[in-house]
């Protein structure tokens, strides 16, 4: 096993094959596809825009003027990018950290961030 100070002789693997093992084929995650079927980013952007809107008809419907419903909808944008673009950061170097390998005797995930 490597020591977590070591980089991997072959990418993907632990160490080099044993003998009479071969790599058969390789491949690591789309990057885009991985963030949307891990972290749902859609559906996550999805809830807070249906999140906003909710809150700009409750306003409307309290009487409150045009200008301070815009107002207040635009206060609410940081607070649904903030999750969005760390899920967004998260599941780009997840994709980039991970490698699918299969060889004649196995199957390795090799997945994982360091937070």
Not at 36 to 42: A, G, K, S, T
Not at 48 to 72: H, N, R, S
Not at 100 to 107: A, D, E, L, M, P
């Amino acid at each position: 096993m490597n020591n977590n100070d070591e980089i991997s002789p072959v990418r993907g693997l632990p160490d080099y094959p044993p003998e009479g093992e071969h790599i058969l084929w390789q491949g690591a995650p789309h990057q885009g596809a991985f963030i949307e079927r891990v972290f749902h980013l859609r559906l996550l952007a999805a809830y807070f825009a249906v999140m906003v809107a909710i809150f700009a008809i409750m306003d409307l419907a309290a009487g409150v003027d045009a200008a301070t419903v815009a107002g207040d909808a635009a206060a609410l944008i940081p607070v649904a990018l903030v999750p969005l673009v760390l899920l967004w950061l998260v599941g780009r170097w997840m994709a980039k950290t991970t490698v699918y390998t299969i060889t004649n005797k196995r199957v390795v995930l090799d997945f994982g961030l360091a937070l």
